[in-house]
Nanobody, 119 residues
């Protein structure tokens, strides 16, 4: 059974920092592209950041220079360090694991963790 468990969300003031973690089980973690997405009610889910199996990273334009994604394959965990948080960063943040093969794609999601940025 595949599980992605996010942690580290919460409430923070503008300009503050949070570190999200996503612990994976039931998958060969090192072979998956890991990503963080976020979604506000009534809006589409958007990519925040992703990290490939070779540790190449990709960021959404709104978070470039403020957020950093990293992975620890020994711990089956992906992290999202969020600095200089803004009220518009408020959303539910979801962890994603994706592996594309010749014959199929495996695509798994966590349950989400709330991040609220407010004074």
């Amino acid at each position: 059974q595949v599980q992605l468990v996010e942690s580290g969300g919460g409430s923070v003031q503008p300009g503050g920092s949070l570190r999200l973690s996503c612990s994976a089980s039931g998958i060969n973690f090192s072979m998956y592209v890991m990503g963080w997405y976020r979604q506000d009610p009534g809006k589409r889910r958007e990519l925040v950041a992703s990290i490939s199996t070779g540790r190449s990273t990709n960021y959404g334009d709104s978070v470039k220079g403020r957020f950093t994604i990293s992975r620890d394959n020994a711990k089956n965990t992906v992290y999202l360090q969020m600095n200089s948080l803004k009220p518009e960063d408020t959303a539910v943040y979801y962890c994603n694991a994706k592996r594309t093969m010749a014959w199929s794609t495996n695509d798994f999601w966590g349950q989400g963790t709330q991040v609220t940025v407010s004074s």
